[in-house]
């Protein structure tokens, strides 16, 4: 088991930037993969990032990638999403979710381990 909290969401003109966490705990942090996925209200949940269980690989969508970066600290048990240049259509619920293993998913069901989500609003 891992319990996932997030925080740092708010709202940001567009243009802006902010900057997700996700701070694990319960088991060993560097085990699992680690991805952050939105929702708005009506829509599924969309993936935007995944980071490899070192850190040393990333994917990103296509909406986001230029603009966000995706990083953990694996000392201090955190994941991260820098949102840069932020545009009104990134708003969103943000939820962080891990995967025990290897391989970066970006498909939702892949996830066993979610956190309450935090929202973000980009005001134009």
């Known amino acids: 088991q891992v319990q996932l909290v997030e925080s740092g969401g708010g709202l940001v003109q567009a243009g802006g930037s902010l900057r997700l966490s996700c701070a694990a705990s319960?088991?060993?942090?560097?085990?699992?993969?680690m991805s952050w996925f939105r929702q708005v209200p009506g829509k599924e949940r969309e993936f935007v990032a995944a980071?490899?269980?070192?850190?040393?690989?990333?994917s990103l969508a296509d909406s986001v990638k230029g603009r966000f970066t995706i990083s953990r600290d694996n000392v201090n048990d955190t994941v991260y999403l820098q949102m840069n240049s932020a545009k009104p259509e990134d708003t969103a619920v943000y939820y962080c979710?891990?995967?025990?293993?290897?391989?970066?998913?970006?498909?939702?069901?892949?996830?066993?381990?979610w956190g309450q989500g935090t929202q973000v609003t980009v005001s134009s």
């Open positions: 319960g088991r060993t942090f560097s085990s699992y993969v």
């Open positions: 980071i490899s269980r070192s850190g040393g690989a990333t």
């Open positions: 979710a891990a995967r025990y293993g290897a391989i970066i998913y970006a498909q939702e069901r892949e996830y066993g381990y």
